[in-house]
């Protein structure tokens, strides 16, 4: 169920921030930069992340989104997060907040070949999408029953966030 009027439960994360546009275009062109930027990582195994985290978070709408996402550009979640689990783990200590965990799971990763350049880019996705997370849940925007079919092209999905700053921002 929906929780701002004019949004409903099968609304995009596009409506809800076009519906309150102050910050949005800002904090659109910021995950513009987190998720799609070069870097240590690439953008398939930054959107397994922000699954990940939105699964810990109870957010099933952006756990749907991004673990698609994560498969166009990654291919098979299931290989991905296997291939990434010293970065989950992390993502996952640092969403407890527990300081010796958190230096275990940093450890464990760097230790499994990850640089700290990687590890931060997992700090940048964990902050982001607990932000996100937290807007999805207070729209209660609901998952979608059903994956696009076809499913979206990397190229299709290449300039999504940027685009979705450009609807807000022409809102």
């Known amino acids: ?4 009027s004019g949004i409903a439960a099968d609304s995009g994360l596009t409506h809800v921030l076009s519906s309150f546009p102050q910050n949005s275009e800002q904090l659109l062109r910021l995950l ?16 397994a992340i922000a699954a990940h985290v939105s699964g810990l978070n109870g957010v099933a709408y952006c756990v749907h989104f991004h673990s698609l996402f994560s498969e166009v550009f990654c291919g098979p979640v299931a290989a991905t997060q296997e291939r990434i689990r010293p970065l ?7 969403h407890t907040g527990e300081a010796e965990r958190i230096t275990q799971a940093f450890a ?14 997992v700090v ?12 999805v849940r207070a729209a209660g925007l609901a998952a979608p029953d059903q994956v696009p079919d076809p499913r979206p092209a990397a190229a299709e999905l290449e300039g999504s966030y940027a685009a979705m700053a450009e609807a807000v921002r022409g809102n």
């Open 1 to 4: 169920m929906a929780n701002f």
């Open 32 to 47: 513009d930069r987190i998720m799609c930027s070069g870097g240590a990582l690439t953008r398939g195994e930054r959107e």
């Open 88 to 94: 989950l783990d992390y993502a996952g200590a640092l």
């Open 108 to 121: 464990a990763a760097t230790g499994a070949g990850w640089s700290e350049a990687a590890l931060y880019e």
């Open 124 to 135: 940048e996705v964990c902050g982001m999408f607990s932000f996100i997370n937290t807007i």
